[in-house]
């Protein structure tokens, strides 16, 4: 029985991509496992600046992480684009959104470890949802998904390698970023990472790392059965929209690959 599309669905997918994102980036910093390697800076950093002063959240550091990362882009690509700054603009709402869901489950702790992992997987699952969401709306994307979006269009990269290394890189500058901002790194256990993170990272942001690209590819061909993307607002698509079309064919590519091989 073939399944009717929901149509219209384009502002929609960049609706659920902002909630998903921050609740499955929510759920997972519970799990207490570590969160995902492209979460942990801000996380990590707040970790450090939180003694000093609590006055920034962890969203706050987020959009800040976001716009240092805009910076860099521009000169990877070494191009600028005016609605660039668009996607600085979903990371503010995005950390709000972020503390929104932090604030929700503030006294939420699991601990049993089967829980821990039940629920880190869960969040993964829900973050890749958005990331996915994201990548099928002409509206802005949050930086992260610009980097990887932007990268792959200039030098002509696949979208699900480019997602690899750009996670790979991440992880990377995560871990530089744990040891050298706190206090107590001459206390870290390796023999249990499998049961706490530290400071936010653990064998939870390796795993993370690992399944992630695929998973968005899977959540992808599961939008792509439900839903159709035409804008419900073209006026508005006309004006800040992007190549989001691109985006999908690149992605959809990348799938019928990974089963081929």
């Given amino acids: 029985m073939k399944i009717k599309k929901i149509p219209k669905a384009n502002e929609l997918m960049w609706v659920l991509g902002v909630i998903f994102v921050a609740l499955g980036v929510s759920i997972c910093s519970k799990a207490d496992l570590g969160v995902s390697m492209i979460a942990a800076p801000a996380f990590i950093i707040n970790d450090a600046v939180h003694s000093l002063w609590d006055g920034f959240s962890v969203g706050m550091l987020e959009y800040l992480v976001q716009g240092v990362m805009l910076i860099i882009l521009c000169i990877v690509v070494r191009r600028f684009n005016w609605k660039y700054l668009l996607a600085f603009l979903v990371a503010i709402i995005y950390g709000y959104v972020l503390d929104l869901w932090l604030l929700i489950f503030k006294d939420v702790y699991f601990e049993e470890i089967y829980m821990q992992w039940i629920m880190l997987i869960v969040g993964d699952a829900i ?3 958005g990331v996915a969401c994201f990548f099928r709306t002409y ?10 979006a932007e990268v792959s269009d200039r030098y002509g990269f696949k979208i699900n390698k480019t997602k690899w290394a750009f996670d790979g890189l991440c992880l990377t500058v995560s871990i530089i970023l744990a040891f050298s901002l706190s206090q107590d790194a001459s206390e870290f256990d390796w023999s249990t990472i499998y049961k706490a993170s530290f400071h936010h990272l653990g064998l939870g942001t390796i795993i993370t790392t690992l399944i992630n690209a695929p998973i968005i590819a899977g959540c992808g061909w599961l939008l792509d059965k439900c839903f159709t ?15 989001s079309k691109k985006d999908i064919e690149v992605i959809e590519s990348a799938e019928v690959e990974n089963d081929q091989n």
């Fill in 127 to 129: 973050t890749a949802l």
């Fill in 139 to 148: 509206l802005p994307l949050q930086v992260y998904e610009l980097c990887v």
């Fill in 229 to 243: 993307y035409e804008p419900l607002l073209p006026i508005v698509e006309k004006y800040v929209g992007r190549n």
